[in-house]
Structures are given as C-alpha cells and as structure tokens.
C-alpha cells in the first residue's frame, strides 16, 4: 500500500473531509498525519496563504492531500478577492512549498464547478486546475492529480442537514429550480477516490467518480421522505420554489467532451472511475460531456436510504 510509513500533509484536515481522510490515512498504516487547517486549534494552525508556515508544516513530508479552499458557492459571489486569494494564490502555495520540501505526490482537491465555471467558486477552482497542470507540462516533481467533487452529501455547510432539519420540524423546503441537478457523493466516496488518486494516480491527471446525480426536488423529496412524510399533497405543499441565484447552474458537468475523448474507465472496489490524463492528446474520437443531467439519476426513495445512512 503507498500510504503505508507514509508522512502526510493534509490540508483542511479540520473539515467534514478531511477529519474523515486523516482517520482513513491512519487506518491504513501512515506513519504520521499532519494537519494543516484554521477550522480549529490543531497542531499545526494556519491559513494556505502564509507561504511560510507551509513550508515549516511540509519539511519530510511524502505527501499532501490539499482539501482547503472557500467552498462556499454564495460566500465566494459575495467576496471574490477573497476567494482568488484563498483558491488560487494558496494552491499555488501548496505546489511552491510541496516542490520546495521534495514532497512526492500531492492530489489537488477539485469541484465539477471547474467545468465550464460560471460563479466565482468554479473559476477559481479552475484557474487552480490550470496552474496545476502548466506545472506538470515543466515538471514531473512532485507527481500532481487533481480529484473533482461533486457535492458532499451530510458535510457542514451543505443543504441535506437543513433540509432534514426543517422537515423534521413541518416547514416548508426552498427549492431553487426543481429541475436543477447536482452531482452526489457520499463523503466516504469522497474519500475513496482521492486515495485512489493518491495511489493511482500520474503527473497531469484528473480522476473523476463515474458517480449518481441528483436533481433538487429529488433530495427535498427525499429528505421530507426520511422524515415521515407521505402523503402526496404534503409532499408537493411543503416544497417552495424561489428561482436561481447568481452563480448556479441548471447543471453541473463533471467531465468536458474533449475531457472525456482522452479519459479511460477504470474499475475499483465495485465502483467506476474515469482517469483523465489531461498532459495527453486527444482521441480524435466522439464523446458526450458528463454532466449532471446524463449521469444516473437518483429517486426520492433513493435519496431518503441514502440520508438515513449519512445522517
């Protein structure tokens, strides 16, 4: 196993993610976790954008799995330096520090907002993306792979413990758009596919989960299903449509066409992946983009199981 004896940089390891990677990490036999977050008081405090205390966290590193950013798609409309700041000009820290100490390997943690972007969250995860692989066409040191999320079902901030929450208590749900879709990833798949990335994963790659979608009035539908709802009327009078916010999608797409005509599918503990070498050519072959409209979709029933699982 490559993580086995491994020192490892995880940043954001305060987070939803990252507090389950960072046990993940030490399950599976590294020899020391370090982690690198403001959330809260940990061993190493500090923010991406202090070059300086990265590098002192990075010295005898192997790895680093960077999972800090702002997130938050309303917060970064809201603050856009902020987000440039945080998402741009601290990855490129990360990658500066990384080179510097001789880490081996660092994964990059991404969104499918990157594709196409439209608000400010997705930009600046793409311009990342970018930097990302304008260093790997001059260097193969450190080895550097991007992962690209969807949204992670049950983790602070997102809307599924919301939409339990004021189901529970006979509210109403605010839905945007019921139409619109959203790819959904558990956190433990979240978890899987960036030590696969870890493992798997070459200079200039994007690793994708061939993963479900969901559209909106699915996952309201679902949580006000988890909560004891079922009757039909109540179902559809306590969903409340308002229209989209700047910055939203009706869709996301996870993977470009052009993306997807240079990719492979691979297989892995009984989950699809897609590996997309981005330092290659094209296939000159037909693809269809992966977005979150042609992905399998789940049913309210289906989002209801899966609540009950991550709640």
């Given at each position: ?12 390891g ?8 960072v ?22 405090d ?12 990075m ?34 820290n ?15 943690i ?155 599918l ?29 992905a ?16």
């Amino acid at each position: 196993m490559v993580i086995k004896d491994k020192i490892i940089v995880v940043t954001g390891g305060a987070g939803s993610f990252g507090s389950v990677i960072v046990k993940r990490l030490l399950e599976q036999g590294a020899s020391e976790v370090r982690i690198f977050s403001r959330n809260s008081k940990t061993e190493w405090d500090g923010d991406i954008r202090d070059l300086s205390a990265l590098n002192r966290v990075m010295k005898g590193a192997d790895y680093v799995i960077h999972a800090a950013a702002l997130k938050d798609v309303h917060y970064c409309e809201a603050n856009p330096a902020e987000a440039i700041e945080v998402n741009v000009y601290g990855s490129l820290n990360i990658l500066t520090s990384a080179k510097e100490a001789g880490v081996e390997r660092v994964v990059f943690i991404s969104s499918d907002k990157a594709c196409f972007p439209m608000g400010t969250m997705g930009i600046t995860k793409a311009l990342m993306e970018r930097m990302v692989l304008n260093e790997c066409r001059q260097s193969d040191s450190p080895v550097c792979t991007i992962v690209r999320f969807g949204n992670l079902m049950g983790s602070a901030g997102t809307v599924i413990p919301l939409f339990v929450k004021l189901a529970k208590e006979g509210a109403g749900l605010t839905v945007t758009n019921p139409e619109m879709s959203r790819f959904m990833m558990t956190i433990d798949d979240a978890v899987a596919l960036t030590l696969i990335a870890l493992e798997y994963g070459e200079n200039g790659d994007i690793l994708i989960e061939r993963g479900h979608s969901a559209t909106i009035e699915a996952l309201a539908l679902g949580a006000l299903l988890y909560s004891g709802v079922k009757s039909e009327s109540e179902l559809e009078s306590r969903i409340k449509i308002t229209g989209a916010r700047p910055g939203e999608k009706i869709y996301e797409t996870m993977a470009t066409s052009e993306e997807i005509s240079k990719s492979k599918l691979i297989s892995l503990n009984e989950k699809l992946y897609i590996k997309i070498p981005l330092l290659s050519e094209s296939q000159n072959r037909h693809a269809e983009e992966f977005n979150s409209h042609n992905a399998p979709s789940l049913t309210p029933e289906e989002m209801a199981e899966i609540i009950k699982r991550i709640i």
